[in-house]
């Protein structure tokens, strides 16, 4: 038996127009161990959706997924018929997404739509559904759940929705949870909260998870290991602690010099300039090159492998290298 639960291996999801065709996630590769939490980070357009969308086959045409693999508990998903999909998602794979408002069906109670999932996968129904909806109700932390379970979505906060989010992709326990920005739309006392319930959740039942974010505070608080994506690439893997305290890509460099400090509350804002590019601009080498401060002409003609550079973290950096000096301004004075 694999110690992974999912792993994802040269992942390609295409977007192609009369005009155009595009790789929006091109060629990646990264696993998640069995009861751990995975981080994804990159700002806005980076890939994270699309590859969480193609683990999870929601990909809509004209959209196409490829690769070699997409092995979950020893299932090629990339293999799977849409209804043997359908039936995996919401039974053994749960999803949780940024906005709960669009996700829940604003004409069914909350206590329904919990108990969808498990009315179809374990046939639950009458006292011993209600029972199991209102219990995973009060493990979510809603307070009087006989009350609220009669409750429709618009009747709730946006913290409590997210609950209820977390009820339902927990009802069947599933062996792994995809979570696409969870507390982005929330307000950040509630973020810590909703945070600290799917971390306690979690390690509770040994669930593996992908937690998906734009912030890496989010991520040194909740995940084990981390992969970095930057315009369709991963450009950084490694354990949270490892590449927080020692980045090896200028990129993950650039977004943790722009968390806030300790004690300070502003952002500290576009410390890296510029923005992600659009596809149509990638050209030939590293996408990050132009808002790289340690560029070096072949940067410009080709894409940086993915390269070890310890026993567990990885950088796709030309500048970096195994075991030795990360980007620094001696090794940047030898390149040039
Ligand atoms: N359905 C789609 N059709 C065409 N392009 C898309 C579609 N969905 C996403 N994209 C493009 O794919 C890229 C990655 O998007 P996304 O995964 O949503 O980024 P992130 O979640 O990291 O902010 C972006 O350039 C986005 O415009
Ligand atoms: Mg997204």
Redo the contacts with the bound molecule.
Sequence with gaps: MSSNILEVKNLKTT?SSRKTSFN?VDGISFHVAKGETLGIV?E????????SLSIMGLV?PP?TVSGDKIDFNGVNLLKLSKKEMRNLRGSKMGMIFQEPMTSLNPVYSVGDQIGESLKIHKKLKGKVLKEKVVDLLKQVGIPRPDEIYHNYPHQLSGGMRQRVMIAIAMACDPKLIIADEPTTALDVTIQAQILELMKDLQSKKGMSMIL?T?DLGVVSEVCDRLVV?YA?KVVETGPVKEVLRNPSHPYTKGLLASLPKKGHKEKRLNFIQGQVP??INWGNGCRFADRCPYVINECHKSIPALVKVSDSQESACHLAVEGGERVNNDLIETAR
């Design positions: 977007f929006a990159g806005s357009g980076c890939g994270k959706s699309v590859t809509k959209g998906i734009h994506m369709g659009a596809p």
